[in-house]
Structure formats: C-alpha cells, structure tokens
C-alpha cells in the first residue's frame, strides 16, 4: 500500500463536520430568520449550544446578568457572531492536542494559527470583492485542517522534506507534494469535499499557498493573503514557515496598504484575546 493510500483511507475515516452547524449556516442566509427558528435547531447539539450559552455571559459581552435560554443568548449575540461561534464550535475537537507535531507546532499553536487567519480574513473581506466576512472566517479557521491528518505521515519523512527544501530550494509545501504524494492545503480541500462545503471554500483551502491563488477567485485570494500575513507576523508558522510565494504585490492588487496592515493587526491582537478568553486557547 502506498503512503498516498494510507492517507486517503485515514481521510475518509475523518468524522463529519456536524449537520446542526451546517444547517443554522444556511439558514442565517436569510435575512428574516428568526431566533426561534434557530433554536430550535441548535437545541440538538449540546456542544455548540453549551458554547454559545458560555460566549454569550463571558466577560466581553459585560451583560448585568447571566443568559440561560438559548433563544435569548441568540438575540443577545447577533447573526456574525453566533456564525463565527458555530464554526468554532464545531471544529475546535479536530484541533485538540499536540497535532500539528510533524510540523513543529506545539499544543494549542495549530489552533492560534487557524483562529487568527479567520480572524485577519473576517477583517480584511472588505477590501476583496466577492468575499463576506462569514466565509473568509469559515475558510481561514478550516485552511489547515489537513495539517492534522497529514502531521504523522510529515513527522515520518520529516528529515527527507527538510533535505529537499534545502538542496533543491523549494518550499516546505512543494517537498510534502513530492514525496507524500499530496499537501496539507490539498488534503483540506479533500476534507471540505467530503463535509460538503460549497466549491468557492473548498478551493480557498485547496489553494491557500498557490502562487496562483490571487487569480483563482476572490475566497482564494483573501485566504492565500490572511495566511501571508498571519505566517508573517510568526503566528503557528511552523517547520514549513513562510512556505506560502504571496507577497507584497498581492496586498497591492486589493489595496492593502501598510496602515490597513497596522490596523489589522491591532485588531487581531483584541481579538485573538477574546478568543483566548472564551475559547480557552
């Protein structure tokens, strides 16, 4: 059996991204939904319910007293938030322990990387055109999904990549292709495949360090460009490190200047407090 089969029958054994935070996604494209109608489906899930409940009376939100219904947390938080809740939520358990090992990443850093790209994403969608904040912050949390299926097959060849990278000067990315047979980035677009996720994510997880990524459609290039940012500012880079060829004429194309940059790393630092604060980074 080859290490590509051995990948694949480990990838389709990945338990399903859950059909509850799926559903309330879709139904929170309409515009006249109702937190009822939303409660009534999320009850099902005791996770994300339970999350959304813990959200909604952390100290950030400074509520003078303690939510305890469902319905009433959802009105309290607003559409954005509880998106950004459920997709949290839902994908935090695949994030959980040490791995990203194969990569170098320790506990927890997989996870800071993932959140803050969502994080740089959501802010950053308004200077690209086509993309909502909604699903820059879905893509960006899922984009390195793959790493956590891939991180043993890495460890396992870790020594041959690292010579490859450095005799033959290549990224991190292209010596995983080589000699696994697939990428990180290639296997989380598999991996949205098999969860369903419309064709516009899962090309911005499949692509999200092609040199190509800016002219593959606008989730792509805002995905490929938060990833920039985030491996730039030292944020879960990992063993592959700035693997990703964006540079600074993508941030030119959609108008990123230097003092956007600046304020969006201001932002990221309030919020990656936030989420350490409620997600228990």
Known sequence: MSRMDEILILVKAVPPFPKVAQRVLAMLDDPSVKAAQLAEVIQYDAAITANILKICNAAIFGLPR?????????????????????????????????????YELEQGDLWRHSVAVAIVAKHLSSFV?????????????????GKRFLSSFVADDFSNIISKVDEQQCSFVEAEKELLGTT????????????????????????HHDEDALEDG??????????????????GGGADGLATKIQGEGLKKYGITSQVIESCMAHLLIEMEKAEEVLNL
């Open 129 to 145: 055109k086509g993309t909502k904040a909604a699903e820059g912050f879905t893509a960006g949390l899922l984009h390195d999904i």
């Open 184 to 207: 990180h980035a290639e296997l989380g677009g598999f991996i949205l495949e098999n969860w369903e996720f419309d064709k516009e994510m899962v090309s911005a997880v499949r692509k």
């Open 218 to 235: 606008p989730l792509s290039a805002l995905i490929a460009l938060s990833n920039a940012i985030v491996v730039s500012l030292g944020i």
């Open 66 to 102: 303690k939510v305890s219904s469902l319905e009433e947390a959802l009105v309290v938080i607003g559409t954005q938030e509880l998106k950004d809740i459920l997709v949290t939520s839902s994908s935090a358990k695949f994030y959980k322990g040490k791995v990203g090992a194969g």
